[in-house]
């Protein structure tokens, strides 16, 4: 398994940007796929980007296409979701999680695809 630290969230007005990171290590960081899930208030956990484990594939969620953008920086084993033109839907608990390899893209749209997660951070967009 993977250890998973996020940091980055906040309170942001509608129409702002933020970045999200994830800090990982235990596992050799640049051979693992990753994504990014969301928990809005009351609702349950909602897949919102994924990156293959050489960062050359990415698949995002319809509602946050072309506002967020997934990366992977494996020389400083940390994850990164830039979120541009938030909304308050946006509003939730952004989770951070590792996969292992070998999965078609589509899968890693799916919880059950991912053995590491990390413990949340907060993403707050007042209406």
């Known amino acids: 398994q993977v250890q998973l630290v996020e940091s980055g969230g906040g309170l942001v007005q509608a129409g702002g940007s933020l970045r999200l990171s994830c800090a990982a290590s235990?596992?050799?960081?640049?051979?693992?796929?990753m994504g990014w899930f969301r928990q809005p208030p009351g609702k349950g956990r909602e897949f919102v980007a994924s990156?293959?484990?050489?960062?050359?594939?990415?698949d995002y969620a319809d509602s946050v296409k072309g506002r967020f953008t997934i990366s992977k920086d494996n020389a400083k084993n940390t994850m990164y979701l830039q979120m541009n033109s938030l909304k308050p839907e946006d509003t939730a608990v952004y989770y951070c999680?590792?996969?292992?390899?070998?999965?078609?893209?589509?899968?890693?749209?799916?919880?059950?695809?991912?053995?590491?997660w990390g413990q949340g951070t907060q993403v707050t967009v007042p209406s």
């Open positions: 999680a590792a996969a292992p390899r070998g999965y078609a893209l589509s899968d890693y749209a799916r919880l059950q695809t991912y053995d590491s």
């Open positions: 235990g596992r050799t960081f640049s051979r693992i796929p």
């Open positions: 990156i293959s484990w050489g960062g050359d594939s990415t």
